[in-house]
Each structure stands twice: as C-alpha cells, then as structure tokens.
C-alpha cells in the first residue's frame, strides 16, 4: 500500500479507446474525478491535468523537469523533424535563440504590411460578395488568407515563386500523402537560401532573420536541413493555428448580434479602408477581447503534453519520473469557477479588473514560460488587424442554426466549413455597396 507520500490521483480503470474522441473522453473523466486523474491513453501513465496551479508548475515553475513529449508531439515530429515545437534541451535553447530574433517586435513591426495587404484582397473579395448577395466559404478564404501572410512574411519577394508549392498546406488532409508531400519542400526552402547565399541578398523576411541568425556559443550559422525544418515547423505552426481562431470568432460573432454591434461600434470613427499600426491596435480594446474570448472558447492549441524527467509533485499528488502529463486549455478555459457561464460567449470578460482577478493561468492558449509559442506577438497583431479591417465594413450573417462541430486533432479545427452572406455594415457610402 502506498504511504501518503506517494499518493497518486483517481482515475479510469478502463484504458482510452483510439476509435475514441479523445476530447470528449477526456471531459468525461474531468466531470468524474476533477480537475486531475491518472489514466492509460495511447499505452502510457498520464496525468491529465486542468488547474491552472498545477498547469503552472509543470510550464513556468519546475519547467525544466517536464520536457516536450507524448502523444501530441510525436506526431508533430513525425511531420516537422526535430524543429522548435518537438526538441529539447541545450538544442532548443540553441535554436529558440536563433530563431527568436524574427518574431521581435521590431520584426513584427515590418511585417505589418503583409498582413494589411492580405486583408485587403480578403476583403474586396467578401465586399465584392456583399454586393452581389452571394455567400462565402468563411473557413476557406480566411485559411488561404492567413497562409498568405505566412508564406509572404517568411519569404517575401520569393513569395511568387514558392507560393504555388506551398498550397498543400491550406488543405485539409493530414494523411502520409501530406506528410510525404510536404517534408519534399524543405528543398524548396534550402533552395531558395542557395540562391540568396550567391546572390548576396540578406533579406528582412523571416527565412532572412533565421538565415543571418548565429549560434551565441560557436558563432556558426543554422545548417540548412535545420534552417528547412524550423521554417517548415513556422509555416504549419503559424497557418492552421491562426486560420482556425478566426473561423471560430466569425461563427461567434454571427451567433451573437450584440457582440457583433459593440465590435461594429467600435470601429466607427475608423475611416473606411484605413489600416491602423500596431501602436494603434491598443485603442480597439473591444478587438482584443473578442480574440481573447475566441481563443478562450476555442484554443488552437487545445493539448499540450509534456513528460517528467525526475519524480516531482503536483498539489498532494506524487509524479512518478517518465510520467506523461496531458495539459488542455480548453478545459482550463471552461472551468465555471474562473468563467461564469463558460460555454458563453462574452468578449467583455477580459475587460479592466475582472480579467485581473483570475489565476494567471485560467487561460493559456500559447502556452505559458519559456516554451510558450514563439508566433504569440505575431499572430495576435494579425487577428487584430484582420478584424479591425473587415469588421468595419461588413458583418457576415450565419444562416445555418445546427450547433458546430469540432475536430480535435492537432488544432481544434470546426467539423464543417462555415459558410456565410456578407453584409455591409450600416453607414458604408452608396458608392462602395455599388462598386
């Protein structure tokens, strides 16, 4: 019998069934056995976990004890290699410096443009649409959108060139046909760093900053089957992610009309077809909390794993050494004594004081400590500047009622496309209804 001292948390006798949804059985046990339980999934002991104390301690306070590994992860390194999302240690202190740099917010700064321009051709197309009265596949364009910004900011004048072979990637199979098709571009990648190398060119893009990037301990620069892998990892990381936040926010606000006209309010002193800078985005705070909300209620990110390098402890709980730990912000973020009505969507939330009286990890969607996601600045300022672009001009009305579906695969993706009518929003000029 185990002393007190190596206790270890409830849980399922019953080991998770693949054909499962692992999602769904994972809220099953939540509601059973709170906000910890010991389970068998995929073959190994794991702590599935949802206090934002003991979530806490695993990613900021002893996260040096709890390496990327498990289920999740394997996956992603079967795809990606060992790039920032799947290595550690010393290699991933190594490459989180090399790479950190073009995520700055001077980086960032520079690659505003890309992200307006991209909006902008979004935009004429879905006002283009309002005119004529037609529908729009929402998840479609916003995921070709946002693959845009990606392969523009990480390739930027080689962006015409590398664009047609990188389109497998808004799509949406993940099978070994992708995967073989995809892992055949990073020759692509080096390709294009080849030629610039012989040119001369240092480029400000992102392939630009990692190229010119080197190692603070040896000064060398990132050899090229590794510079291939970290931009390949930057490319799915920063797509699916951002593209599936705003699908789901564009769901929402068609499903909450008064969210929609506080967003719609908010933009009106904006002149139509202006762009502001990211100095400028703090003056939208309604923005910022409808992204924080939709990130709340569907986090991109919605399992983290990592595994225990040495035997440590979680609350009254012992953690055994090799100890898988399965970490969901989307339980987190659903938990009714941080979030009132936690299946609502309410924006104002994380509005002033309230959003400061919760624990600093009630929401997590990037992750948390030093291995949060290095894409954060980046895709916040671009969810903010998409919204702030076409919210002031159309609204997108849902006629579908059926409640939405999720695939919790790598992302939290929605089952179906949502499609939707755009509509103008009122005070849009004659002039632009008609064209």
């Not at 190994?44 to 695993?58: G, R, T």
């Not at 080689?158 to 993940?174: G, K, N, T, W």
């Not at 496309?417 to 008609?434: D, I, L, Q, S, Y």
Request: glycine share 6%; with cysteine; charged share 25%.
């Amino acid at each position: 019998m185990l002393s007190s001292d190596l206790k270890l948390p409830p849980g399922p006798d019953e080991k998770f069934d693949t054909a499962e949804d692992l999602l769904t059985w994972m809220q099953v046990h939540f509601e059973r056995y709170g906000d910890i339980y010991r389970a068998d999934i995929y073959g190994n002991k794991v702590y599935v976990i949802a206090s934002p104390e003991d979530v806490e301690h695993v990613l900021l306070t002893n996260w040096q004890n709890y390496i990327r590994k498990g289920y999740a992860i394997k996956r992603i390194s079967m795809l990606l290699g060992a790039g920032l999302i799947s290595s550690n240690g010393e290699f991933w202190v190594k490459q989180r410096r090399m790479v950190q740099p073009a995520f700055s917010r001077k980086a960032v700064t520079a690659q505003s443009d890309v992200m307006v321009a991209a909006n902008r051709e979004l935009l004429a197309n879905w006002t283009e649409a309002a005119r004529r009265g037609v529908a729009v596949n929402v998840t479609r364009d916003v995921s070709r959108m946002v693959l845009k910004v990606v392969l523009l900011s990480i390739f930027g004048e080689d962006y015409a060139r590398v664009a047609p072979l990188f389109e497998i990637v808004s799509e949406e199979s993940r099978d070994l046909e992708f995967a073989h098709m995809f892992s055949a571009l990073g020759k692509v990648i080096v390709d294009v760093a080849s030629e610039r190398r012989r040119n001369g060119i240092e480029a400000t893009d992102t392939l630009g900053w990692v190229m010119q990037a080197r190692d603070r301990d040896r000064g060398e620069l990132m050899p090229d089957a590794q510079l291939a892998r970290e931009i390949m990892t930057l490319i799915v990381a920063g797509h699916e992610t951002t593209s599936s936040v705003l699908n789901w926010t564009w769901f929402l606000l068609s499903r909450h009309p008064e969210a929609d006209r506080r967003l719609a309010a908010e933009l009106e002193g904006l002149p139509l077809g202006a762009a502001p800078s990211i100095e400028d985005l703090p003056n939208f705070p309604y923005v910022e909390q409808v992204v924080e909300e939709a990130l709340r209620l569907y986090p991109p990110l919605w399992l983290m794993t990592r595994r225990s390098l040495a035997d440590d402890r979680l609350g009254e709980y012992f953690v055994p050494a090799g100890t898988e730990i399965y970490i969901s912000p989307y339980f987190i973020q659903r938990q009714p004594r941080f979030w009132p009505l936690p299946d609502a969507f309410d924006p104002g939330r994380f509005a002033g004081g309230e959003a400061e009286s919760r624990p600093r990890l009630a929401t997590c969607p990037f992750g948390a400590g030093p291995r949060n996601c290095i894409g954060e600045f980046f895709a916040r300022v671009e969810m903010q500047l998409h919204l702030i672009m076409v919210a002031r001009v159309l609204r997108l009305r849902n006629d579908d009622a059926r409640p939405p579906e999720m695939i919790a695969g790598l992302n939290l993706l929605s089952r179906n496309h949502f499609t939707m009518t755009p509509e103008f929003r009122p005070g849009v000029p004659a002039g632009m209804r008609a064209g």
